[in-house]
């Protein structure tokens, strides 16, 4: 059993920046971000893979979002920069171990954090 705990969600101006957190208690083999905003289905965002580090991105967020690991602290980030309002949700942290995009494949999620994005 892996607990997954992110942190770093709050409120930012739009073109604001926010760094989530997502640490794991274990190791698997990929962790995403996922997002979820009111009355709307849980959608991908990104994901890294533990042993090479790739990389993979939603096309909303290409360009503008970074995901990224440390190894020693079995954390992974998710720079978020230009926010928009439509970045808004509360945002997931899931890990498993298949590489997917897909929310079915992750194995562990976190308790989520909110994101507000707004002037």
Same mark, same amino acid.
């Given at each position: 059993?892996?607990?997954? =705990? ?12 926010? /760094? ?8 698997? &083999?990929?962790?995403?971000? &996922? ?5 709307? =289905?849980?959608? %991908? ?7 090479? @580090? !790739?990389? +993979? +991105?939603? *096309?909303?967020?290409? @360009? /503008? %979002?970074?995901?990224? /690991? *440390? #190894?020693?602290? #079995?954390?992974? +980030?998710?720079?978020? #920069?230009?926010?928009?309002? =439509? *970045?808004?949700?509360? $945002? $997931?942290?899931?890990?498993? %171990?298949?590489?997917? !995009?897909?929310?079915?494949? +992750? *194995? $562990?999620?976190?308790? @989520? ?7």
């Amino acid at each position: 059993q892996v607990q997954l =705990e992110e942190s770093g969600g709050g409120l930012v101006l739009p073109g604001g920046s926010l /760094r989530l957190s997502c640490a794991a208690s274990g190791r698997t &083999f990929t962790t995403g971000w &996922f997002r979820q905003a009111p009355g709307q =289905e849980r959608e %991908f965002v990104a994901r890294i893979s533990w042993s090479a @580090g !790739s990389t +993979y +991105y939603a *096309d909303s967020v290409k @360009g /503008r %979002f970074t995901i990224s /690991r *440390d #190894n020693a602290k #079995n954390t992974v +980030y998710l720079q978020m #920069n230009s926010l928009k309002p =439509e *970045d808004t949700a509360v $945002y $997931y942290c899931a890990a498993g %171990f298949k590489l997917s !995009s897909v929310a079915v494949h +992750y *194995d $562990y999620w976190g308790q @989520g954090t909110q994101v507000t994005v707004s002037s």
